[in-house]
């Protein structure tokens, strides 16, 4: 079974993209805008990124930190899992 981890902030979604992260979706909420937030969208266009727009409320429930309007969900590859 796959284990997910999530990445917030929306440089922080850009760099792991950028890198090579295995990014299942990302989560946006639905009223951000700016020049970070047009980077990011094409950036995900480029790499054909799912993405949904989604109210503040979903992105709080999914992280307590400073998600800047942005979180997305990886998962790593099992082999990457530590098992002890």
């Known amino acids: 079974m796959e284990k997910e981890h999530q990445i917030f902030g929306i440089r922080a979604i850009i760099e792991g993209i950028q890198s090579g992260a295995a990014i299942d979706k990302v ?27 989604v109210p503040v409320e979903k992105l709080n429930r999914l992280t307590s930190n400073n998600h800047q309007g942005a979180v997305a969900t990886i998962s790593l590859l099992p082999s990457m899992i530590w098992k002890p």
């Open 27 to 53: 989560f946006i909420q639905s009223d951000t805008q700016g020049e970070l937030m047009k980077e990011l969208m094409k950036v995900m266009k480029q790499k054909s990124i799912n993405f949904s727009y």
